[in-house]
């Protein structure tokens, strides 16, 4: 069983391998409330998963190390894991898709794993690894369906309650639901008046759902670009939990999501992964009352694809009215070009693009269009400059 004693001991064992990651004050994110961010972005491997993959490794007997360890996993489980394993001298194995990230699969090679690419996704890669775990006798680290894992993903409860001894919320990322569990176990433990919530993607609300219901649910499919937490179904052990000790679950969206990440970057100087962000971005968004509280938000992981760190980016400036475009409706005749562009720069505004075109068929034969793409303060900024062009008499006919 979970107990206190376990986490502890966890907490013990793990001084050797991970690091004790800071909590800082991040005054911008909600301005009703004292925020403060839990970095395990910052860990080793920049996750948090290499607490419980440590743990369950630690705790294997002399003859299962000797056989080696196998997990599933397209991020940052497989390299907790491998990390895990090699500091403890114990071959480990990862099966991955084939479509894995090519960063992701160097990244787990580096800590020192074997890898078994699958034809196919994620759950082909997981049916693997239970048949190869038969055939060669490995132990499975299950990401967090598991006690052990679940106590090693406790401790960061401990580090958050003697840091930050008088928090009032600690809000958590929930995917298949280990971290959580493992948080509001030990803060519940230790002082029940602390509240802990879960986060989830909306694309992804699978514990969410469960709790909601009250049963275990799986969802038809995930589509997410928080994908560290984009499980389908959560475990039954980790569902318990949470039913016993967590608060509530709330769900953000991509776009929130985005504005969170872009967040972290801008004034906290912090790469947050999308998983890592939807605390922040709870709190940013108020989906929890934390008005007048000190809140722990966890930061989970960092290991974001910088592929896609740009799209996610543009999309956190737009939710944020960082950025904003125009169609405007003019006659095509000199000067009207300047007279928009004086307008704009009167009001602050930047002008980053502009596309003229003639006007569509049906339209007023000397008309045509200007899409202009704009990067703007906020969205009051975008309404004083989208006054302003129409006191001037300029038709806006979309933006976004």
């Known amino acids: ?12 064992v793990l001084k050797k391998i991970i690091r004790t990651t800071d909590i800082i004050l991040a005054p911008n994110i909600n301005l009703g409330s004292e925020i403060h961010l839990k970095t395990e972005n910052l860990q080793v491997t920049g996750s948090f998963k290499v607490r419980g ?5 630690s705790q294997l007997t002399d003859s299962e190390k000797e056989k080696g360890v196998i997990a599933c996993s397209a991020g940052n489980h497989a390299q907790g894991v491998a990390l895990a394993a090699t500091k403890t001298g114990i071959k480990s194995l990862i099966c991955l898709p084939d479509g894995a990230p090519i960063s992701k699969v160097e990244a787990t090679k580096k800590y020192g794993a074997d890898i078994c690419l699958v034809e196919g996704v994620y759950d082909d890669a997981y049916n693997k690894a239970l048949e190869l775990k038969e055939e060669k006798g490995y132990t499975f680290i299950h990401p967090f369906n598991d006690e052990d ?29 280990g971290l959580i569990s493992g948080i509001a176990y030990t803060i519940k433990a230790l002082n029940p008046k602390v509240k802990v919530y879960g986060v989830q993607a909306a694309g992804a609300p699978s514990m969410f759902n469960s709790i909601r219901d009250g049963k275990l649910e799986c969802l ?4 997410t670009i928080a994908d560290g937490i984009a499980v389908k179904e959560p475990g039954d052990l980790t569902f318990d939990i949470c039913q016993k000790y967590v608060d509530g679950i709330v769900t953000v969206s ?15 100087k912090l790469i947050a992964e999308g ?3 939807v605390s922040v971005a709870a709190a940013m968004f108020n989906k929890i009352d934390i008005q007048g509280k000190k809140v722990c938000c966890l930061v989970s992981g960092g290991n974001i694809d910088v592929t896609i760190l740009s799209r996610v980016i543009k999309r956190g400036l737009l939710k944020s009215g960082r950025t904003y475009s125009l169609l405007i409706e003019l006659l095509d ?8 562009s004086r307008i704009i720069a009167d009001e602050g505004g930047n002008v980053i693009s502009v596309h003229h075109e003639r006007a569509s068929e049906g339209s007023d034969i ?9 990067e703007t303060r906020n969205f009051e900024h975008i309404e004083a400059i989208k006054r302003a062009l129409t006191g001037a008499g300029f038709s806006i006919k979309s933006y976004y």
């Open 149 to 177: 894992v679940i106590a090693g993903q406790g401790t960061i409860g401990l580090e958050i309650l003697e840091q930050l001894p008088d928090v009032d919320v600690v809000i958590v990322p929930v995917g298949g639901g």
């Open 333 to 340: 005749k000199p000067g009207q070009l300047k007279d928009v």
């Open 1 to 12: 069983m979970l107990t206190l004693d376990k986490i502890y001991h966890a907490s013990f």
């Open 220 to 223: 038809d499919h995930v589509s």
């Open 254 to 268: 991509e776009d929130e999501i985005a504005a969170a990440i872009l967040e972290l970057i801008e004034h906290q």
């Open 53 to 57: 993959a440590a743990y369950k490794i």
């Open 366 to 374: 000397n008309g045509c269009y200007l899409r202009i793409v704009l």
């Open 275 to 277: 998983a890592g962000a």
